[in-house]
């Protein structure tokens, strides 16, 4: 599978779980360019992108950054080994404390 593919269906994925999220947090996404931006009520922002040179998804916070190899069919953080959903998710609930869940595809 191509990293364009690949990384498609990772943002739409997301996208698709904010779109039907049904909890009391206001939580908008928006997609330009390749990049995705979440927005939660407190006006911090979580932004999700992709470098294609490197085969890499990035993912930051204002306190964080995250970089992501795709690694036997999971994306996986360069530095803590962590899964992108197990991060996502972390962060999400720190911004708007409440947990999302992402459904993995």
Do not use: P
């Not at 999220?21 to 997609?31: F, P, T, V």
């Not at 992108?49 to 916070?61: D, G, H, P």
């Not at 204002?62 to 069919?73: C, P, V």
Request: hydrophobic fraction near 35%; include cysteine; aromatic fraction near 12%.
């Amino acid at each position: 599978m191509k990293f364009h593919k690949i990384a498609d269906k990772l943002m739409f994925s997301i996208q698709d779980v904010l779109d039907n999220y049904l909890g009391n947090a206001d939580i908008d996404c928006e997609i330009q360019y390749h990049t995705m931006t979440i927005l939660f009520d407190n006006k911090n922002k979580i932004i999700i992108n992709r470098q294609e040179s490197l085969k890499q998804i990035w993912l930051a916070t204002k306190r964080h950054g995250y970089h992501f190899e795709y690694k036997e069919k999971k994306w996986i953080c360069n530095k803590s080994k962590k899964n992108f959903w197990d991060i996502l998710t972390q962060t999400c609930v720190e911004e708007s404390n409440e947990l999302i869940q992402f459904k993995i595809k």
